[in-house]
């Protein structure tokens, strides 16, 4: 569905602008997982040119060569997407698949296999195979291959954050690409919105695990009824233009929005007023220890 723009210099315009759209979460950045990587896509396609003017032989290694290094471009994008999720969390998990090493390794053999093609001996693909396994590590880096936890919490809590976090965006990710099936623009920016006010509780439970038992509730139950409305309500859409089924999901969507960010604040009070137990603890200490503080108003 087309999505219509307007502004003060535009015909009919009433001399607003369109509000700015954001992206699924605050603090967003472009992904790096494009420029670079895409020209890995691109720069052994000639692979197949010369798989197809040349012997037998010659072909099986050029369309070996093509196939490995596309590959080793696909699981290259792959890693970075997954390097960007984990930075973009203060407690996750590595990567159960270390995408980036695996891609280096294929890209070194890619090579390597190319160079076989060319006949010249053992040597030179050799040395293709160890320069391109090098210099795609030097390009893309590696993969986090620890865990990251927040300060001062056990590894146990740090697990159960990061399993409930993860199961909340995969729930969020079945949601944006069912809508997406519906082609309706203005559905999916009223879903990111949405989906950012789902990413403000699950920062705040990242940053006090102790949070989590208050929002497992909204970041498990509620998150899968609101994926299978969004299925249900994409599947009308799809067969029919539905104004009925629409008006009914953006309610829900306005329900859950208000609900999550209540539920966000009160974790964020809660959160407070630990903080205030805790400087009132340490003041009692303090004093007892013989270590008076002078408090001081701010004005």
Sequence with gaps: MAQRFGGKFSPDGNGTTPPAQT???RGARRTRAGGRVNLLFMAPLPLAVRAFTSGPVDMAFNLAALGLLLLAAWLTREGILAQEAYEARKIARRPAIPRKIFASLLTGAGLGVAGFATGGGLLEPLIYA???TALHSLAFGFDPLRDKGAEGVDSFQT???ARV???AEDYLKSMSDTIRRTGDRALESRL???QITVRDMLRTVEDDPRDLTAARKYLGVYLMGARDASVKYADLATR???PEAREKYLALLSDLEQNFTAKTRALMADSTT????EIEVLRDRLEREGVH???KDLA
Excluded: H, K, S, W
């Excluded at 630990?274 to 137990?277: F, G, N, S």
């Design 130 to 132: 160890v320069a391109g």
């Design 192 to 194: 990111d919105q949405f």
């Design 274 to 277: 630990d903080l205030d137990i």
């Design 23 to 25: 992206g699924g979460y």
């Design 293 to 295: 503080l002078e408090t």
């Design 159 to 161: 697990d159960r954050v």
């Design 165 to 167: 976090v993860d199961q």
């Design 240 to 242: 029919a233009p539905n």
